[in-house]
């Protein structure tokens, strides 16, 4: 999957508050909603919420992540 479908992936599912897994590198699993797409070269990561855990925020970095994909 390319950066360019994640990042467009990622800031779609943002603006209609839907639910993404995303698999890193590493094959780590991280699911949540999209609260912000940061496209900064200093910063270049997603913020999400686990589901249920409004009060939680997961800092992804987006050249961390191999794949994406709503569930």
Known sequence: ?????I???LT???G???TVKVVLRDGTE????PMGVDL???????F???PGDDDT???VSLAAIRSAEMI
């Open 30 to 33: 991280v699911i949540g909603t």
């Open 57 to 59: 925020e997961i800092g």
């Open 48 to 50: 999400l919420h686990p």
């Open 40 to 46: 900064d070269p200093t910063a270049y990561e997603v």
């Open 7 to 9: 990042i467009e992936l």
């Open 1 to 5: 999957m390319t950066a360019e479908t």
């Open 16 to 18: 209609h508050e839907a």
């Open 12 to 14: 779609w599912a943002n």
